[in-house]
C-alpha cells in the first residue's frame, strides 16, 4: 500500500482530527493497510505484540467463542469504529475473534507499541482515543442496561433504531438497511434466540413497519425509527 493511500485513509478517520498533515504522513508510515474478504478473520496479534485496527470502511463482526458455549456475538462495528487490543497492554482475550462481513472490508493497523509511541507524542490522538474508548464504553453499558431492563422485542427494536442511525440510506419516506447481518447475528446482539428473533421480525412486518429479505431492509415510517 503506497504512503499516499495511507495517508489518505488516516486522513478520514477521526481518531486524526486535528492532525497536521505533516505529523499525518510520519504516522502513516507506522500504518498497515489491509483489504479483507467477506468473511475473513482479523487478528489481535499475540499477547507479546497486539494490535490495534481502525476499520476504514465496511462492517466487522466481533465474537466470543469458548469450548461449552455458542458463538456470543459482542459487537457489530461500522465505520469508523477501531477494535483490537483496545487497553493496549497486550491483555485482550485470546478467544474473540474479529471478522468481515462485507467485501472490500478495508483496515488500518498499528502494532500497540509504536501506537502507544505516537499517543505519547500527540495529545491530540491521545484524547480523541480516549474519547473514542469511552464511546465504546457507553455503549456496552447501555447494552448491558437494555438486558436488564428491556423486553426481547424493546431490545430489536433498539437495536433496528442504531443500525438505521449509522448505517441506513433515506430515500423518500423509507430507510434502506443493506442486510449483511443474519437472524443469528442480531439474535447475538440483542441476546435471544434465533426464532424470537424470526417471530419479532414477521410482528413488525405484519404492523407495516419494515420489509426485508436476504438482501436489504427496508423500514416504513421513519418517525418511528427515529
Known sequence: M????????????????????????????YAKIKTAAKGE???????????????IRGKIKITESK?????LVKDIL??????????LQGQFSLAELAKA???NTIICSFHVRDFKSLLQDNITVALNYANTVNEKL?????RHSDLVLRDAKSRLIRFMKHWAFTDGN???????????LTHSDIAGVISTSRQSVNVLFNELR?????????????????IAWN
Do not use: C
Open 67 to 71: 469450548e461449552t458455549e455458542e458463538e
Open 78 to 87: 461500522t465505520a469508523p469504529d477501531i477494535f483490537g487490543d483496545l487497553g
Open 138 to 142: 457507553r455503549r456496552l453499558e447501555n
Open 2 to 29: 503506497s504512503q499516499e493511500m495511507k495517508f489518505i485513509y488516516l486522513k478520514s478517520h477521526p481518531l486524526f482530527a486535528g492532525i497536521s498533515e505533516q505529523k499525518l504522513q510520519e504516522i502513516a508510515g
Open 170 to 180: 433515506r430515500i423518500g419516506d423509507k430507510i434502506i438497511l443493506n442486510n449483511y
Open 41 to 55: 478473520l482479523i487478528g489481535y496479534g499475540d499477547t507479546g505484540f497486539g494490535k490495534l485496527h481502525l476499520l
Open 206 to 222: 405484519d404492523a407495516g413497519l419494515l420489509i426485508y429479505d436476504r438482501k436489504s431492509i427496508e423500514l416504513h415510517n421513519p
Open 101 to 103: 462481513l462485507t467485501s
